[in-house]
Every structure is written in structure tokens, then in C-alpha cells.
């Protein structure tokens, strides 16, 4: 997969090096390019952004820039996406169906906001596919973080990437539909608290019933609405009993 990352603040994505993300752009597995917004601008002062139509306060991101960008690096099969607050939730589920795309290219939108006719322009170019996403219900100052977030949790999900592909159907909001069990090591008993006894039996069945059982407990405690979200034959007897 090719990620390309476009943004005033190159620096913010450095993270992206690092760990996991980093080993799979050594490994081959993720081809991720960050490229700095302002190697499009045509003047001395290197400007990408000027005052909005209508009044109000602050500065709107120019098409005309946005626009040499994006025709540089999209491609047909590419897939426009554009971090903002009135995007669409982005989910765990979001970035399984990211994760089986070719091409990603992610607009980083600063100050108020990209010009609305970016989104409009390219989403009726053929073979380009154009999303407004949004992180949660909070305000960040730009796309910066939310490009972070959508590149782990795409990348982490390519094959190959994580050692053990069973682990993602367990974790928070992964195959399962749940939150996690609680996780424990040594030392058995810490702070004057125990490891659950069940864990230490070495009997490998009530073990993963006990998770199981934790795992509903905790999304009715915490996320029930995760719970409603579940399919009929995602829930078995003993599941709809606990
Ligand atoms: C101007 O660009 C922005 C500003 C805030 C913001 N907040 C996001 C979020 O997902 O919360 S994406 C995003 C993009």
C-alpha cells in the first residue's frame, strides 16, 4: 500500500518512523510519503491560505494550491482522505476496509479548514474516491493527528505488519465486536493484589471462557452501545446469559 501524506507541518508525521508503522516502511509493507504543502505554492512567501468569502474569523486553505498537490499525487484508484470536524466517525471498521485499498492520499487541513471545493472538485474525479473523516467528538487544529491515527491503525492492520494476526480479533473493537479482557503478568501478586486465580490453572478453556466473560462484562459497563451493535451470531447462549 501507498500512503501519501500532505501537509504545512511535515515534522508532526515523524512519529510515523518509529515502531511498528516504521518497521512495516523498512519491511517493504508501507510505502509512506510526506510531502510539505508549500513545494506547491507559486510565490515567494510560500502561501497556502487567504481570507474567507463571506467574513468570519480566520484563514481558509487555498484550492488552487491544494489542487497542483493533489493532481501531482492522485492517481485512478486512489482514495482522498480529508481529516475535518464534520467528518464522518472514522472507526476500527473504517480502517479494515482502508486497509485493503491500493493508494491513500490524506489532506491535512489547517486554520479553517480546506476550501470546500477540493472535496467537491476531486470527488467527481473518475476512479478517485474522496472521505471527510473525523476523529471524535473534539476539536483538533488540524489533520495532523488524525493522519497519525488513520496510518497506525491501517498499517498495523496489512498483512504482515503484526506478528500475530490472532491478536487483532481480540483486542478493543477488532473481529470480536468487543472491548478487550483485562491483561495480567508477573508478579502474581502485586500491591497486594492477585492475579485472577483462573489464569494461573493452566486450564486453557476456563481461561478463555473467562476472558470472554470479561469482555461482555466490560462493554455492557463501558460501551454498551457496542453490544447493540453486535450480529445476532456474534453473541452465543452462554455470552447472552453472563
Ligand atoms: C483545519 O483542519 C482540521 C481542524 C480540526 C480537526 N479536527 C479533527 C478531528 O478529527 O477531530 S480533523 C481536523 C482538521
Redesign the pocket.
Known amino acids: 500500500m501507498r500512503v501519501d501524506v500532505v501537509t504545512i507541518f511535515p515534522d508532526y508525521l515523524a512519529p510515523l518512523d518509529l515502531s511498528l508503522v516504521g518497521k512495516a516502511r523498512t519491511a517493504g509493507l508501507l510505502d509512506l510519503r510526506v510531502h510539505d504543502l508549500r513545494d506547491w505554492t507559486s510565490d515567494r512567501h510560500r502561501t497556502v491560505d487567504d481570507t474567507p468569502f463571506g467574513g468570519g474569523a480566520g484563514m481558509v486553505m487555498r484550492p488552487d494550491v491544494w489542487g497542483r498537490a493533489l493532481d501531482d499525487l492522485l492517481d485512478e484508484g486512489s482514495h482522498l482522505l480529508l481529516?475535518?470536524?464534520s467528518?464522518t466517525r472514522?472507526t476500527q471498521r473504517t480502517a479494515e476496509r482502508l486497509a485493503t485499498e491500493t493508494h491513500l492520499v490524506v489532506a491535512?487541513?489547517?486554520?479553517?479548514?480546506?476550501d470546500a471545493r477540493v472535496a467537491e472538485h476531486y470527488a467527481t474525479r473518475s476512479g478517485v474516491t474522496v472521505s471527510e473523516?473525523?476523529?471524535?467528538d473534539?476539536?483538533?487544529?488540524?489533520?495532523e493527528?488524525?493522519a497519525l491515527v488513520l496510518v497506525e491503525a491501517v498499517a498495523r492492520l496489512l498483512p504482515g505488519v503484526v506478528g500475530n494476526p490472532e491478536s487483532l480479533v481480540e483486542e478493543s473493537h477488532g473481529a470480536a465486536g468487543l472491548l478487550e479482557y483485562p491483561v495480567y503478568t508477573k508478579p502474581p501478586t502485586w500491591a497486594e493484589l492477585d492475579v485472577p486465580e483462573v489464569l494461573l490453572s493452566g486450564h486453557h478453556g476456563r481461561i478463555a471462557r473467562w476472558r470472554r466473560d470479561q469482555a461482555l462484562v466490560r462493554t455492557a459497563a463501558r460501551r454498551p452501545d457496542l453490544l447493540d451493535a453486535l450480529a445476532p451470531d456474534q453473541l452465543d447462549a452462554h455470552d447472552r446469559a453472563t
Open positions: 481529516p475535518t470536524p467528518g472514522f491535512c487541513g489547517r486554520y479553517e479548514g480546506i473523516f473525523s476523529l471524535g473534539y476539536v483538533l487544529n488540524g489533520g493527528v488524525a
